[in-house]
């Protein structure tokens, strides 16, 4: 071990104004490595996941309850992280209306939606996210960060909460970035290369390369393995991000992440590169809250990738084409798996990986789309946040299916107390919850 200890907010520095973020190393924790060096806690990260136009219940909800569940047809994605996955069904979003998507919104911020043109499509209140960040986000250089991956929003929206997953407030979206060049330039610092500009085409490895060496004095063996292991990675995303662009730009255009070729959106390569970033951007203490929009609500996203030529919100209102709703389900959940791998694969100096030290909270904005129901709307909790919530993994079941009860938004404060043990409540009105749901805590649960 070096003698001196590492601050956690390290980063390597060089021309250009390159920075590159460092890993959890053990020259930052204490000499027990359960806190940092300081004593300042091991930090705790916190996520939203979204796909619109919900599920197909029978064939999404597990057949028995507690830990061990059966995987169901379209949970089976999930096979390999199962143990980290709680599924939630049977609850009840208590939104005061119930006339399209947006309502179903209340199950990411405890608020009954705000009505603008005729729809009650605008954020009633902040989200779960937002309320999270609000308590830790002054920890990191970037309180929270938005991403989107398919870009085919519903265009039946006067307000903001098919656009946008995260809201500050009613007024203040919190838009996600659908390329992923733009998001590794907001966490990272990176640069998009300028046509003919030499300087600008420097690696930023290259550019950190002398900070590096000043680095290495200071660490030891092991230290200095995980470093090499890191800056690889940040090497491979590099190439993975510029190599993949070219693929999605037209010609004569300056190449780009996600844009469509042909009409067709590349969603699991996307996926994967944001995917990338976020384990970065949380291992590095970039930020410790991100949001994902998926598939927006309502959306008409095409899975072409898993050969449908049509809209997902269209199948969903076709009752002959239920069976292209259930495949687009697990293609969902496929790629939700994908992300959970990456954040399992990911292990921190303490020997924990992200899933371990994180809660990723998965819902969509109806239970089934045909319908438009907001009861019994599918919730999956992945991680346990440092033991916060219960591990492994359980089918906790209010009531049977097709019934619904109690208040999803206890789910929601369940979370919130997990960063914050002295939250009161979530959400107003209805919805509103001020008992956190404690059949899914864990043991350190203090709220």
Not at 163 to 170: D, I, Q, T, V, Y
Not at 308 to 321: E, K, L, S, V, Y
Not at 341 to 355: E, I, P, S, Y
Not at 426 to 441: F, H, K, N, Q, Y
Request: glycine fraction near 8%.
């Amino acid at each position: 071990m070096p003698c001196r200890p590492l601050a956690r907010r390290t980063f390597l520095r060089g021309a250009a104004q390159a920075v590159v973020a460092l890993p959890l190393l053990e020259a930052m924790l204490n000499d027990h490595g359960t806190a940092l060096a300081d004593e300042t806690p091991l930090p705790t990260r916190f996520m939203t996941w979204f796909f619109g136009n919900g599920v197909l219940l029978p064939r999404f909800e597990p057949v028995a309850t507690g830990p061990g569940y059966p995987l169901s047809e379209q949970l089976a994605p999930l096979a390999d992280v199962r143990e980290y996955v709680s599924v939630l069904t049977g609850l009840q979003n208590r939104c005061e209306q119930i006339i399209t998507h947006h309502e179903g919104m209340t199950a990411f911020n405890g608020y009954t939606m705000v009505e603008i043109d005729g729809l009650f499509s605008k954020a009633g209140g902040p989200t779960i996210d937002q309320r999270i960040a609000q308590a830790i986000g002054d920890k990191t250089p970037i309180a929270s960060v938005h991403l989107g991956i398919s870009k085919h929003v519903s265009i039946m929206d006067s307000g903001t909460t098919m656009f946008a997953l995260s809201h500050k407030g009613p007024n203040e979206p919190q838009y996600p970035k659908f390329n992923p060049q733009e998001v590794w330039t907001e966490l990272f610092g990176a640069f998009v290369p300028r046509p003919d500009d030499r300087a600008l085409r420097t690696s930023i490895l290259d550019a950190v390369r002398d900070d590096v060496a000043r680095l290495r004095r200071r660490l030891g063996k092991r230290d200095n393995q995980r470093l090499d292991a890191h800056l690889d990675g940040v090497a491979a995303l590099e190439k993975k991000i510029t190599a993949a662009a070219p693929l999605c730009s037209l010609p004569g255009v300056p190449a780009e992440a996600n844009v469509d070729v042909d009409g067709i959106e590349p969603i699991t390569a996307v996926n994967d590169v944001m995917s990338d970033l976020l384990v970065y951007a949380f291992a590095c203490d970039i930020t410790r809250v991100a949001s994902c929009l998926f598939i927006g609500g309502a959306a008409e996203t095409v899975f072409a990738e898993i050969g449908q030529t049509a809209g997902h919100h269209f199948h969903t209102h076709d009752a002959g084409a239920q069976e292209l709703v259930h495949d687009g389900v697990v293609y969902i959940m496929e790629r939700f798996a994908d992300l959970l791998r990456k954040f399992k694969a990911w292990q921190d100096v303490d020997g924990k990986n992200l899933l371990d030290t994180s809660i990723i909270y998965c819902s969509s904005d109806c239970s089934e789309g045909i319908s438009h129901s907001i009861a019994r709307q599918p919730i999956l909790l992945a991680g346990h946040g440092r033991e916060q919530l219960i591990h492994p993994g359980i089918h906790y079941q209010v009531t049977p299916y097709p019934y619904s009860d109690g208040n999803m938004s206890d789910v929601l404060l369940t979370c919130l107390r997990a960063f914050d043990p002295t939250a009161e409540s979530v959400g107003a009105g209805a919805p509103m919850s001020t008992t956190p749901l404690r059949e899914i805590a864990g043991p350190a649960f203090q709220g």
